[in-house]
């Protein structure tokens, strides 16, 4: 049974507004053909824009609008180098989702999520998600998005109580399936994730934000989320940021005497395997 979502931009994505719940039938309505061979396994990233709400209800729309921009520009940015991953944009919540669920896919699916909430942060906009990997609907041309992989994305992204990103559980059996078990990505960790309700799993592993650009030691995202962190009036909100300081200061990667990485604070091997043999520099400065 497909869980189907019809979203039309600027309106909040929000499962509760669904306009189609399928059972693989064709629409009815608006005009809409069902089309077997946009449905398949994918590797989909769900992203939230955390605190544009606030600034709505303060009036800031200007600042909301520079907010939206710049996560355009980046992931378009991402998306330009690497043509086999495809996104959407609905108000702040960003899809990201590839055109298969292979080695390759995930390689590129791990990349432009982690460098797209990297330069967000480094921006000061906060934001979480989830990667999640399943079957997924896309029709592009009309702004159809739906299927498990999205449904769990969602859940797995809007429970969370810090900011970052994490793989679901739909992932770690994708990656265990491939040979590429979640435990030795270079850039994850496994982690008691803070949730701000039960969920079905949650020791999983989440992205160590900022540790592959470390410069002589210094990690320019918990840097930036520190001083993000001095502007919050509420203690929820500074929870937030406070929990994921912890979780990278507790396991990102240490340099041995020989400029090689140490073992990992968090009793990892040596030496994870890296993401993929794909070249990611320069990033974008813009």
Not at 39 to 52: A, E, K
Not at 227 to 256: C, D, G, H, P, V
Request: with cysteine.
């Amino acid at each position: 049974m497909f869980v189907g979502y019809y979203l039309l931009r600027p309106n909040r994505f929000n499962p509760n507004s669904i306009v189609g719940l399928w059972k693989g039938t064709k629409p009815k309505s608006n005009g809409l053909e069902y089309n077997p061979a946009s449905s398949r396994s994918r590797w989909l990233g769900y992203f939230d824009l955390l605190g544009t709400r606030q600034l709505l209800l303060s009036g800031n729309h200007f600042q909301v609008f520079s907010v939206y921009e710049r996560a355009a520009r980046e992931v378009n940015h991402w998306n330009a180098r690497l043509p086999q991953i495809r996104h959407a944009w609905f108000s702040d919540t960003f899809l990201v989702y590839s055109e298969g669920d292979t080695r390759s896919d995930f390689v590129a699916m791990d990349m432009i999520s982690r460098w797209f909430v990297h330069f967000l942060i480094l921006a000061e906009i906060p934001l979480r998600g989830a990667i999640a990997c399943g079957d997924f609907y896309a029709d592009t041309a009309n702004q159809v998005y739906l299927g498990q992989a999205l449904v769990e994305a969602y859940e797995f992204g809007e429970a969370q109580d810090w900011i970052g990103f994490l793989l679901c559980p739909s992932a770690v059996l994708k990656l265990d399936e491939l040979g590429l078990p979640a435990g030795e990505r270079l850039n994850y960790a496994y982690n008691e994730i803070p949730f701000k309700k039960a969920m079905s799993a949650k020791r999983l592993p989440a992205c160590i934000l900022g540790d592959w650009t470390k410069i002589n030691g210094d990690n320019q995202v918990v840097r930036t989320l520190t001083q993000m962190k001095t502007k919050q009036l509420e203690a929820s909100i500074a929870r937030k940021y406070e929990n994921t300081i912890m979780f990278i200061e507790r396991n990102q990667r240490q340099m041995s005497e020989s400029g090689q990485p140490a073992a990992s604070p968090n009793g990892g091997p040596a030496t994870r395997l890296g993401n993929s043999a794909l070249t990611e520099g320069p990033p974008s400065v813009s």
